[in-house]
Each structure stands twice: as C-alpha cells, then as structure tokens.
C-alpha cells in the first residue's frame, strides 16, 4: 500500500527565498508490518545475502563472551530508492548491526554492504541469529516499504544567524496560512512541519535537538559527509503530527492491543532518537558515520 504525505501547509521557499537554493530531496520509505522477501526493499526482513559470503559478526566485547552475528537493519534496492548514490557496480544497500550497546553513543554498531543483485545467484536462506540482543527494540519487525519522494529544508539551526531570526518574526507568516498555535513562535512552525520529516528515510538533511548541529568529516579524507539513512524510532510524535500519511490518519492512535502504528519496526534507540547514517561522497570505501539525534 502506497504513502501520501499530505502537502506542507506553507510554501515557504516562496515565503523566504533564500530557502530555495537548499531544498534537498528525500525518501520517506514508510515501513509497515509484512513479510517481506530476499528481492524486496525491507527493514528487518530477509536479505539477499550470498550462500558462499560469511555472514558478519562483532568480535568486540559481549555479553556472555564471544563474537555476535548481527541484525538485519534494512535493505533498499535502488529501483525503489533512485537517489541513493550505489557505487559504480551495485544496485542494493544492506546495513545490518550488532544488537548491543557500543561506545561513544550506546547504539548499536552499524555495517554497510553494497552489492549487486544480478551477482547473487544462491541466497543464504538460514543466517545465523544472535545468541542474545541487549535489548528488544535493537530487533526492528519485518516490515515491507512504500518509498516517497519529499522535499526538505535545513534545520533551522543549520541556517545562518539572519534567516533564524526571519523564521522567528511572526510578521514574516502573516498571511501565510501558519497554525494559531506556533503565533509565539512560527520558527517552531517551520522546525515541526517544514524542514525535516520523520521517520524512516533516505538522504535529505540531518535531523537535530538532542545537539546543535556539528560537523560530520569523514575521518579518512576529512570531506564532509551526506546524510545516507535515518534508522527511526517513530513515524511521527505529538509535533509532528502534520507528516501523517493520509492513510494512517484514521489509525494514527493506539488501538486496544496497544499497537503503536507510529512505531512499525518496534525500534527503540537512546529512549526514543533516532540514528542517522552518514557517508563520505569521496569514497564508498571510507568509514561511515552514525549520529545520534
């Protein structure tokens, strides 16, 4: 079943110009429940992993000892993802984790694998699970993905000093169509419902608010990195509740089993942030970087 985010409430390149020349495109993909195959895009489902590749492990320290196969996180195949950036080659980006704890942040310890899907001629169809997980919300649901195309805007603290303080001039939004509710602050307006989305996507800008913005450089080269995949606790929260999809509106509430439809994939990272996966443009074979926000 398809996505509809519905259209942002303001235009606001055509409010403020100097928006325009930064609008960026991303892939909200959706994740809902299903049971998804080793050709389909995924998050926690199945991959098309080769019968003759090893299977990943972490060898640092566990729990209980000894190295960790890790979790399927997600897979997205560029048919269904065009923006990602595949390497010259490949048309299919697996990222798996070691469902434990790690330093600096305490999130779980991200891989990356580009492949190509014609190359893979016998699926491993038994992986190797881990012999414990630090915590049940490092084991995301099988869920199949309804990819949509977005456009996003910097968070407003990315922005200079003069265009923050026109985002908080109320007298700027007159006529605009902004909600009664942000009157006291219409930069909140732009920070909830026009810049960044929630949830599961590809590419865009980098979400902040557990940290002001810092720089992302690749450790190997120094360039800076691009936002690749953000890996979310939540669809959506209390608000930002104006990037509902328009079929998950009328079960946007909990239900009496306690279903929570704004967390299909039942993570839950660092209580509830979100990680966003960061790589260098220079060279797919350079270490990537996680960030937690």
Known sequence: MSRTTPPRPVDV???FPQLAPLARTATRLHPRPGSPAPHDSSVGGPLLWPADEPWPHCDEGHEGG?????????QLYVRDVP???APGGTDL???LWCPFDHEPDNTPLTALFWRSEAEVTEVLTAPPEPYA???DGYVPQPCLLAPERITEYPNR?????ELQQQLANGSRWEGTGMD???LPAPDEFYWNELSVAPGWKAGGWTRWGLTDPVARLCRTCGAGMDPLLTIASSEWGSNTRGWIPYEDQP?????VDNHQPWNPTGLDLARGYDLQLHVCPVSPDHPHLGLIQ
Request: proline share 9%; no cysteine.
């Open 157 to 161: 603290m990315e922005l200079n000093r």
């Open 93 to 95: 980006l697996q990222v």
């Open 13 to 15: 390149a055509a409010v």
């Open 251 to 255: 079960l946007s509430t909990p239900s």
């Open 133 to 135: 997980v630090e915590y």
């Open 83 to 85: 923006l990602l950036r």
């Open 66 to 74: 000894g190295p960790v196969a890790m979790v399927p996180v997600a």
């Open 180 to 182: 009664d509710y942000y």
